[in-house]
């Protein structure tokens, strides 16, 4: 028998919100490590198959039920604005936790917990407005273009911005009417956890929104293979997104799928060089470069690479590595010191290759940093494009960066990869901004910023970067089934029949 109460907290009782209650969870344990010092943050067991199974029939059942399925779009709105309320009012206990469970940054922490409560209001703000399609009659019909909840999401979210990539499926899904299980990454569930209380707390009935913490190849595969799951939407890794494409295709069962990048950032001779400088170190050293569109490929005119090189270098010397609970940090721990060291075995596999490593490079083995999965922000030149390096996600503050000559030149080598998620373009000539814009294969690009995010605008990626968009107006219709209704308006019975009927 499990132990299930109305209300817990892993990492205070060990349980995990499964099928409209909170219980223990009777998978393998998990343990939560703050990568800062290795220390211990929570223990709790994830969940089993058979806990995945009564959460999405649970979650079935309660999105037939008239008391969630006639509820009137603006009054599901209500809850999501109240999820909102909710997240902004227990934002700084979210971030603590997160920062903790991943070591990132408490500013970065509080901007992600902020941009979860973004998507909670905007995707409410979105039901109040969202309208029917009456579509052209051909007949003597009205016709019309309904959707409709898909019935059970399955969501599976990543480790390098938990709460936020969470809000991202959970708060459209349930817009649209659906329930969701939520499988977080097995690194760093605890914020998954909290957002399920904050939705519980909102009124939305419990069995919409089950947790399922454990690995992917137990836990995931079971929500991907389940029967009565109607959709999945991942954020991960390219090979994860494979294997549910596989799945999916088996099922005919429509999927959205982020997966991984390995973006240009380009700088032109007549850019802004301070501006251009601080977006790159933006754009691939924050999130301590664990982010799907860091520009880890730095692609520099010839005519500037040189002196580029050398300031970008010495401007990330100057950055302050430390736990994300300082102020001060700018480049926190990797997630986890067995992530840490795949970041530092592709960089010496790329010096053993013949790459030159311009700063950073190593593994910190004094001092309190050794205490940790410290990682320094690293500098790469002297390699082709073609190189490992640069053509797999590293997941790191790794910069590789490579001269380039023709704005062909450029396009071709900017294009040679797999991935097609993001990329960043620093000119002060609008003209060749908006060409080169066009020519590169990203779902996103940005010209004289970077990293810049709204949960209005469209984000995916193309190629091996993913398939299909989150955000947006459109990122609520891609929770639901689309179906066309005729009502007939001739009063006289259809010909085809003839004198069959006298």
């Known amino acids: 028998m499990n132990d299930i109460t109305p209300k817990g907290r892993a990492g205070e009782d060990g349980l995990i919100p499964v099928a409209g209650g909170w219980e223990r969870g009777e998978g393998r344990l998990i343990r939560s490590v703050d990568p800062s010092d290795g220390s211990t943050v929570a223990e709790f067991h994830s969940a089993s198959v058979e806990q995945v199974d009564r959460s999405v029939r649970a979650g079935l059942e309660r999105v037939e ?43 970065e922490s509080r901007a992600l917990v902020a ?32 959707h409709e909840p898909i019935g059970v999401v399955g969501a599976i979210t990543p480790w390098n ?29 605890l914020t998954a956890l909290e957002l399920a209380r904050a939705v519980n707390d909102a009124g939305v009935p419990p069995e919409l929104v089950s947790v399922v913490p454990g690995s ?19 954020t ?14 088996q099922k005919v069962m429509p999927v959205s799928m982020e997966l991984g990048g390995k973006s240009p950032t380009v700088v032109f001779e007549d850019a802004d060089i301070e501006q251009a400088l601080a977006g790159v170190l933006y754009g691939v050293f924050s999130s301590s470069g664990q982010s799907c569109v860091a520009g880890s490929r730095v692609f520099v005119h010839e005519s500037i690479h040189d002196t580029f090189v050398e300031r970008l270098c010495a401007a990330a010397e100057r950055l302050r590595i430390g736990p994300g609970s300082d102020p001060a940090t700018q480049v926190a721990p990797m997630v986890s010191f067995a992530h840490r060291d795949h970041v530092a075995s592709m960089v010496d596999a790329a010096v053993a290759e013949g790459a030159r490593v311009r700063t950073g490079g190593a593994v910190p083995a004094e001092g309190p940093l050794a205490q940790g999965a410290y990682y320094p922000p690293t500098v790469i030149d002297g390699v082709a494009n ?16 490579l001269p380039f000559g023709s ?28 060409r080169v814009a066009r020519r590169i294969h990203a779902g996103t690009v940005w010209v004289n910023t970077y990293k810049q995010l709204s949960v209005s605008t469209p984000f995916g990626g193309t190629k091996l970067s993913g398939l299909g968009r989150e955000k947006g107006r459109s990122g609520l219709l891609a929770y639901t089934r689309q179906k066309s209704v005729y009502l007939g308006l001739d009063e006289n019975p259809l010909p085809w029949a003839g004198d069959a009927l006298t």
């Open 65 to 107: 039920d008239p008391g969630w399925r006639d509820l009137l779009p603006h009054q599901r709105a209500r809850h999501l604005s109240r999820v909102a309320d909710l997240l902004e009012e227990r934002a700084e206990t979210i971030a603590a936790l997160q920062s903790s469970d991943t070591g990132k940054t408490l500013g």
């Open 407 to 434: 704005e062909k030149d450029l396009v071709e080598q900017a294009n040679d990869s797999v991935y097609g998620l993001a990329c960043g373009l620093w000119t002060a000539d609008y003209r060749r901004a908006w």
């Open 115 to 146: 941009s979860a409560a973004g998507t909670f209001r905007y995707f409410a703000a979105v039901l109040e407005t969202e309208e029917g399609l009456l579509t052209p009659a051909r007949g003597p019909y009205l016709s019309m273009s309904v």
């Open 216 to 234: 992917g190849s137990v836990v995931g595969d079971a929500l991907v293979r389940h029967p009565l799951v109607g959709k999945v939407a991942l």
């Open 236 to 249: 991960g890794g390219t090979t994860t997104g494979q294997r549910i494409g596989e799945v999916a295709a």
């Open 161 to 189: 911005s938990p709460i936020a990539s969470d809000a991202q499926k959970v708060a459209p899904a349930l817009a649209a009417g659906n329930a969701v299980v939520l499988k977080p990454a097995e690194v760093a569930p």
């Open 386 to 401: 073609s190189a490992r390096i640069c053509q797999e996600e590293i997941f790191g503050p790794v910069a590789v960066v």
